[in-house]
C-alpha cells in the first residue's frame, strides 16, 4: 500500500530495509525505533493494493487456505478499510465475508481457537497462510450486536450498578466457557522462565524504573488463549476470535500463556472503560463481579484460589503486564501516556513492597516448622518434656503460614487501592 502510512504500523517507529519474505502481492516492512526507542523493532506485511475483486484474486493465489473461505472467482466486490490491527475487507460473493489481514502474523494457533471455540463464538471460518504464518481470516458477515462495552458504558454513566454487575458477570461466564473449550485440547506446566524473560524485556525497552518477577502457581498451565480480549469482542454470549494487538509484533510470544492471561486482559479493559467513562461506581466491586463470573464457567482447578495467589503472580502479575504493552504500544506510536496503565504503574512498587513485608511471616512459619521438627529429630522417640514445645512449634508455624496466604492481595482490588 502506498500513501499515508497506515493505521496499524507504529508511527513512531522508523522504516528501514526488509531482511525477511513476504508473499506475492503483499510488501516486506520491517520498523525499528531510533534515539529513545532503540530496541523496538517490528516485521509487518502489508498488501500492495486491495481495492477490487481483482486485487483480491491476486492477493490469494499464491497463498494455502484452510476451513471455508469464498471462491476467489465469485467476489464480484471489494471494499476495504483500516484499523490499528490491520486492513479489513467486506467481500461480496455468493455470501458476504468480512476477510482480515494480518500485519503481523499470529501465535500458530489461530486455528486451534476458531474451531475449538463455543458454538456461540464469533470465530473465523476460515483463512489464508504462507509458509506457517497466518496471513489473512475470513468470518461470514452477520448482523451487527450491540457489544457489551457498548451496554457497560451507558450503565457506567447512569450510576447503574446491578446492570453493570449483571453485564460483567456474563462477560466473565462467556469468557470462562472459552476456557472451558480450550482445557481438553491442551494444558501444559507453566513456563515461567518464558514468561518472566519476556516481562523482562519489556521492563528493559521502556526502561521501566520496577521490575517483577513471579514464581507461578502451578494452577496456571499453558493452554490456548486469546492473548487479548475487549468488551468489544464480547455480546452476552458470544465471544470473538479476532487478530492480535501490536505488543505481539513488537515482542513476539515464544509459549503459550495461561487462561488467568486472557482474564487478565478482560479485568485490565473494565479499568481503562472505567478511567474514561465518568461514574460514581467503584472498580473493586465492578472487577470483583468479572472475576466471579469467569470463575463460575472456567475450569474449577484455574480458577481455583491456588490460582489467584498474588504470592505466586496470581492474576495481578498479568495485569502488570497488560500495562506494561499498552505503555509499550504508546510509546511506539508517541500517542501520549496511556491511563490508566501509567497510573497503575506508580503503584507497583507499594503493591511489591506490601508482598514482601508478609514474606517475614513466611520466614516466621519456615522457623517454626524447623525448630519443631528439630527438636524431634534430636529426640527419638520424643519424651513428653519434647512433645510440647515441638508441638507448639509447630502450630505456630501453621498459624504464621496461614495468615501469610491470607495477607495475600485479593484480586479484586486494583494496584491503586493496595
Same mark, same amino acid.
Given at each position: 500500500?502506498?500513501?499515508?502510512?497506515?493505521?496499524?504500523?507504529?508511527?513512531?517507529?522508523?522504516?528501514?530495509?526488509?531482511?525477511?519474505?513476504?508473499?506475492?502481492?503483499?510488501?516486506?516492512?520491517?520498523?525499528?525505533?531510533?534515539?529513545?526507542?532503540?530496541?523496538?523493532?517490528?516485521?509487518?506485511?502489508?498488501?500492495?493494493?486491495?481495492?477490487?475483486?481483482?486485487?483480491?484474486?491476486?492477493?490469494?493465489?499464491?497463498?494455502?487456505?484452510?476451513?471455508?473461505?469464498?471462491? &476467489?472467482?465469485?467476489?464480484?466486490?471489494?471494499?476495504?478499510?483500516?484499523?490499528?490491527?490491520?486492513?479489513?475487507?467486506?467481500?461480496?460473493?455468493?455470501?458476504?465475508?468480512? #476477510?482480515?489481514?494480518?500485519?503481523?502474523?499470529?501465535?500458530?494457533?489461530?486455528?486451534?481457537?476458531?474451531?475449538? $471455540?463455543?458454538?456461540?463464538?464469533?470465530?473465523?471460518?476460515?483463512?489464508?497462510?504462507?509458509?506457517?504464518?497466518?496471513? /489473512?481470516?475470513?468470518?461470514?458477515?452477520?448482523?451487527?450486536?450491540?457489544?457489551?462495552?457498548?451496554?457497560?458504558?451507558?450503565?457506567?454513566?447512569?450510576?447503574?450498578?446491578?446492570?453493570?454487575?449483571?453485564?460483567?458477570?456474563? $462477560?466473565?461466564?462467556?469468557?470462562?466457557?472459552?476456557?472451558?473449550?480450550?482445557?481438553?485440547?491442551?494444558?501444559?506446566?507453566?513456563?515461567?522462565?518464558?514468561?518472566?524473560?519476556?516481562?523482562?524485556?519489556?521492563?528493559? /525497552?521502556?526502561?521501566?524504573?520496577?521490575?517483577?518477577?513471579?514464581?507461578?502457581?502451578?494452577?496456571?498451565?499453558?493452554?490456548?488463549?486469546?492473548?487479548?480480549?475487549?468488551?468489544?469482542?464480547?455480546?452476552?454470549?458470544?465471544?470473538?476470535?479476532? &487478530?492480535?494487538? /501490536?505488543?505481539?509484533?513488537?515482542?513476539?510470544?515464544?509459549?503459550?500463556?495461561?487462561?488467568?492471561?486472557?482474564?487478565?486482559?478482560?479485568?485490565?479493559?473494565?479499568?481503562?472503560?472505567?478511567?474514561?467513562?465518568?461514574?460514581?461506581?467503584?472498580?473493586?466491586?465492578?472487577?470483583?463481579?468479572?472475576?466471579?463470573?469467569?470463575?463460575?464457567?472456567?475450569?474449577?482447578?484455574? %480458577?481455583?484460589?491456588?490460582?489467584?495467589?498474588?504470592?505466586?503472580?496470581?492474576? #495481578?502479575?498479568?495485569?502488570?503486564?497488560?500495562?506494561?504493552?499498552?505503555?509499550?504500544?504508546?510509546?511506539?506510536?508517541?500517542?501520549?501516556?496511556?491511563?490508566?496503565?501509567?497510573?497503575?504503574?506508580?503503584?507497583?512498587?507499594?503493591?511489591?513492597?506490601?508482598? !514482601?513485608?508478609?514474606?517475614?511471616?513466611?520466614?516466621?512459619?519456615?522457623?517454626?516448622? !524447623?525448630?519443631?521438627?528439630?527438636? /524431634? %529429630?534430636?529426640?527419638?522417640?520424643?519424651?513428653?518434656?519434647?512433645?510440647?514445645?515441638?508441638?507448639?512449634? !509447630?502450630?505456630?508455624?501453621? !498459624?504464621?503460614?496461614?495468615?501469610?496466604?491470607?495477607? $495475600?492481595?485479593?484480586?479484586?482490588?486494583?494496584?491503586?487501592?493496595?
Amino acid at each position: 500500500m502506498s500513501g499515508d502510512i497506515p493505521l496499524w504500523r507504529p508511527r513512531y517507529l522508523r522504516q528501514v530495509s526488509p531482511d525477511f519474505e513476504a508473499p506475492p502481492r503483499f510488501s516486506p516492512i520491517k520498523v525499528v525505533g531510533m534515539k529513545g526507542l532503540i530496541g523496538f523493532k517490528a516485521d509487518i506485511i502489508e498488501p500492495i493494493s486491495a481495492s477490487s475483486p481483482d486485487d483480491w484474486v491476486a492477493i490469494v493465489k499464491d497463498l494455502q487456505e484452510w476451513g471455508e473461505v469464498p471462491n &476467489p472467482s465469485k467476489v464480484s466486490k471489494l471494499i476495504s478499510e483500516q484499523t490499528d490491527r490491520g486492513l479489513v475487507a467486506t467481500l461480496s460473493a455468493e455470501e458476504e465475508w468480512v #476477510a482480515e489481514f494480518l500485519p503481523w502474523g499470529s501465535d500458530g494457533l489461530l486455528r486451534a481457537r476458531s474451531r475449538n $471455540s463455543p458454538n456461540d463464538s464469533d470465530s473465523p471460518v476460515g483463512g489464508y497462510t504462507w509458509k506457517d504464518r497466518d496471513v /489473512l481470516i475470513l468470518r461470514r458477515k452477520v448482523a451487527t450486536k450491540e457489544s457489551s462495552e457498548t451496554k457497560l458504558v451507558r450503565h457506567l454513566q447512569e450510576n447503574d450498578l446491578e446492570s453493570c454487575m449483571t453485564i460483567l458477570r456474563e $462477560s466473565g461466564m462467556c469468557l470462562g466457557r472459552f476456557h472451558s473449550s480450550m482445557m481438553p485440547l491442551r494444558e501444559l506446566p507453566p513456563d515461567q522462565k518464558r514468561w518472566n524473560k519476556r516481562n523482562e524485556k519489556m521492563e528493559r /525497552l521502556l526502561r521501566a524504573q520496577y521490575i517483577w518477577r513471579a514464581p507461578y502457581t502451578k494452577e496456571q498451565p499453558c493452554t490456548v488463549t486469546l492473548l487479548d480480549v475487549r468488551f468489544s469482542d464480547l455480546s452476552k454470549d458470544s465471544i470473538r476470535v479476532g &487478530p492480535p494487538r /501490536l505488543s505481539d509484533a513488537l515482542i513476539p510470544h515464544e509459549s503459550e500463556k495461561p487462561a488467568m492471561r486472557d482474564l487478565a486482559s478482560l479485568v485490565h479493559d473494565l479499568s481503562r472503560i472505567h478511567h474514561r467513562v465518568e461514574t460514581e461506581l467503584q472498580l473493586e466491586k465492578l472487577r470483583l463481579a468479572l472475576i466471579d463470573g469467569w470463575r463460575e464457567t472456567a475450569p474449577e482447578v484455574w %480458577a481455583s484460589e491456588g490460582a489467584f495467589y498474588s504470592h505466586k503472580g496470581g492474576m #495481578a502479575i498479568w495485569e502488570y503486564e497488560q500495562c506494561l504493552m499498552d505503555i509499550m504500544e504508546a510509546t511506539s506510536n508517541q500517542s501520549g501516556a496511556p491511563q490508566p496503565a501509567v497510573e497503575m504503574l506508580r503503584y507497583v512498587k507499594m503493591y511489591q513492597k506490601k508482598m !514482601f513485608n508478609n514474606r517475614t511471616l513466611a520466614a516466621l512459619s519456615f522457623m517454626a516448622f !524447623f525448630f519443631g521438627a528439630a527438636s /524431634l %529429630a534430636n529426640q527419638f522417640p520424643p519424651s513428653p518434656a519434647v512433645m510440647i514445645p515441638s508441638l507448639a512449634s !509447630f502450630a505456630v508455624g501453621y !498459624f504464621c503460614f496461614r495468615t501469610y496466604r491470607r495477607m $495475600s492481595p485479593s484480586p479484586e482490588k486494583p494496584f491503586t487501592e493496595i
